[in-house]
C-alpha cells in the first residue's frame, strides 16, 4: 500500500509520545472503506485484503511511525494528570490533495504504555457508531475528524455485557492536539513543551495567530462555531472532557453522543454523565469551561503572568457572545432569516419553548417549517399558530427564506434507534443498515429515504447511550 506519509508529530521531541506499534489481530476483515477520504489522502491500496491487513495494524505500511501521544485531561471536571492514547496509535500524518496536513490513527489498536487499566481494544458497536456518525456531521457541513476504515478483528472483546466482537476504525483528523495536551506539559511545569506544541499548533492550524493568546483566541472562536452548530442539529456530544475537545475545532472522540428525537435543553444520553454536565442546552457553557483550562494551560509559558492572565480572561470572558451570536446566525437560518436583529432570540426561544413543552421532533419540526404541515408536530396548534404568524411576518422581508431553511435544516440524522439497529445487525453480520444509513446520510438535506425520517416508536426508543468502550 502506498501512503505518503509525512510525520510531523514524530518529529517532536520525545516527551510528546511513546513510539508503539499496534498489536497485530488473529482475522482482520474490511467493514468499511471510503474510497472518497482515500483519494483525498493519496492512499492507493491493492485490494481488500490489504487494506484489512494495514487497516487492523497487522502491516505496518512504510514510512509510518507510529506512535501514542501523551495527554491529560479534566474528565467530568476531575483533573486527570495522566491520560494519553489508552487505545489508539497514530500510524502517521499525509498532506491531503488540498494540501491540508492529517493524521491518521487507529484506534482500538492494542495497548500502549497508556492503557492503564484498559486493553487497548474497541468492540465493534462504537467503532461503527463513530464510523458512521463521523461521516454524517461531515456531510451536514460540521468539522469533525473523518472515518477511513472499519476493520473487524476476529478477536472477542469482554465488556459488561459479555463477549463482544472487536474492530479498530481508523481516524482522520486535521490533528490530535487537544485541550489535554496542553495541560499535562503546564501541569508538569514542563514550560519548554508547553513553548514547543504551542508553536507547533500555531503553525499546523492557525499560521495567522500571534503567540499563545493569539492561539487561544483562534481556539476559542472555532470552538464557539463548533458547539453552534451541534446546537443547530440536535446533536449532543456526550463526554466534553477536556482530552476530548480539540484545538482545531473539530469534533472528536464519538462515544456516548447522539441526536435528539423529542426536543429538550436538558438532554442527556449518556449513562455516565448522571449530573447532566453534558446535557444538550449546557454545551455552550461546558465550551467555554473547557476555554478556560486551555487559557490556564497556555499562561504558563508567559513571563508577564498578569498580564497573560488579563488577556486570557478577556478572552475567555468574549466566548458567550462569540456563542450566542453564532447560535443566532444558525437558528435564524432555520427559520429562514438570514440576517438576524438581536430581537430574532426570542422568536426563536418562543419556538423551542413550544417544542420542549410538547415534545416536538428536534428535526422533523424545523424540516417542516420549509413546508405547510409544520403545526402537525404539535400538541398545543394554537400556540404554535401564534407564533407562526409572529414568524411570517419576520419572513416577509427575507429574499428567499425557503431555500435557506432547506439548506440549515436536515432531513435526515443519525436517529439513535437506527444506529442500534444497525449496531445490532452489523454484530449478527448484515451490514445493509449501514450502507442504507451511510447513503441517505451522505445527502443529509435531501429526502432520499422518507423511512428513515421517522422518530423511533415508543418500542423504538434508545433512551441511553454507552460508553461501552
Ligand atoms: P475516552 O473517554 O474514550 O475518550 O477515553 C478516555 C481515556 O481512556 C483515554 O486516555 C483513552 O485512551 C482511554 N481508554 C478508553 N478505552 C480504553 C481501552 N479499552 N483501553 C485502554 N485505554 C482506554
Ligand atoms: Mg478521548
Known amino acids: 500500500m502506498q501512503i505518503p506519509f509525512d510525520n510531523s508529530y514524530a518529529r517532536l521531541p520525545d516527551g510528546f509520545y511513546t513510539r508503539q506499534n499496534p ?9 468499511s472503506y471510503n474510497d472518497n477520504l482515500a483519494r483525498l ?41 495522566q491520560l494519553g492514547d489508552g487505545r489508539a496509535i497514530l500510524l502517521g500524518e499525509v498532506i491531503d490533495s488540498n494540501g491540508i496536513r492529517r493524521d491518521i490513527h487507529l484506534k482500538g489498536a492494542g495497548p500502549t504504555p497508556y492503557s492503564r487499566m484498559g486493553d487497548g481494544r474497541a468492540w465493534m458497536g462504537p467503532v461503527l457508531r463513530e464510523y458512521l456518525i463521523s461521516e454524517a456531521m461531515h456531510a451536514l457541513g460540521i468539522p469533525t475528524t473523518r472515518a477511513l476504515a472499519a476493520v473487524a478483528t476476529g478477536e472477542p472483546i469482554f465488556r459488561e455485557q459479555g463477549a463482544l466482537p472487536g474492530a479498530i476504525v481508523t481516524r482522520v483528523a486535521r490533528s490530535h492536539l487537544r485541550v489535554g495536551t496542553f495541560q499535562v506539559f ?27 493568546m493569539g492561539l487561544l483566541r483562534a481556539v476559542c472562536a472555532a470552538q464557539a462555531e463548533l458547539v453552534a452548530q451541534w446546537m443547530s442539529v440536535g446533536f449532543i456530544h456526550g463526554v ?23 426536543f429538550h435543553q436538558g438532554r442527556v444520553f449518556s449513562s455516565i454523565d448522571r449530573q447532566g454536565r453534558y446535557a444538550f442546552g449546557n454545551q455552550p457553557n461546558i465550551v467555554v469551561w473547557n476555554m478556560a483550562q486551555l487559557a490556564t494551560s497556555l499562561v504558563q509559558q508567559l513571563d508577564d503572568k498578569d498580564a497573560a492572565i488579563e488577556e486570557a480572561t478577556e478572552i475567555v470572558h468574549a466566548m458567550p457572545d462569540q456563542l450566542e451570536s453564532a447560535w443566532l446566525r444558525r437558528f435564524a437560518a432555520k427559520i429562514g432569516i438570514s440576517s438576524p436583529r438581536p430581537d430574532d432570540v426570542t422568536l426563536i426561544n418562543d419556538l423551542l419553548n413550544l417544542m420542549q413543552t410538547d415534545g416536538a ?10 413546508k405547510a404541515d409544520a403545526r402537525d408536530q404539535f400538541a ?36 439513535n434507534h437506527r444506529v442500534e439497529q444497525m449496531i445490532e445487525a452489523a454484530v449478527a453480520g448484515d451490514m445493509a443498515p449501514f450502507e442504507r444509513l451511510m447513503k441517505a446520510l451522505a445527502t443529509p438535506y435531501v429526502e432520499t429515504d422518507p423511512d428513515l425520517h421517522r422518530p423511533p416508536t415508543d418500542a423504538e426508543i434508545v433512551p441511553a447511550t454507552f460508553c461501552g468502550t
Open 23 to 31: 498489536t497485530p489481530v488473529k482475522a482482520p476483515k474490511l467493514l
Open 41 to 81: 489522502l493519496g492512499i492507493s491500496a491493492a485490494d481488500t485484503d490489504e487494506l484489512a491487513q494495514v487497516f487492523a495494524g497487522n502491516t505496518v505500511p512504510a514510512g509510518a511511525d507510529p506512535l501514542a501521544q501523551l495527554y491529560a485531561g479534566h474528565q467530568f471536571g476531575n483533573f486527570n494528570p
Open 186 to 212: 503546564a501541569h508538569r511545569g514542563a514550560v519548554d513543551h508547553l513553548k514547543t506544541l504551542t508553536d507547533y499548533a500555531i503553525a499546523r492550524h492557525y499560521p495567522d495567530a500571534d503567540g499563545p
Open 361 to 370: 421532533d428536534f428535526a422533523n419540526t424545523f424540516r417542516s417549517l420549509c
Open 240 to 262: 466534553m472532557n477536556t482530552d476530548n475537545c480539540a484545538i482545531t475545532g473539530e469534533t472528536i472522540d464519538y462515544g456516548p453522543c447522539a441526536f435528539m428525537d423529542a
Open 380 to 415: 398545543n396548534r394554537e400556540a404554535f399558530d401564534h407564533w407562526s404568524e409572529k414568524w411570517q411576518s419576520r419572513r416577509q422581508s427575507e429574499p428567499d427564506p425557503d431555500a435557506l431553511m432547506q439548506s440549515a435544516n436536515p432531513a435526515v440524522i443519525p436517529r
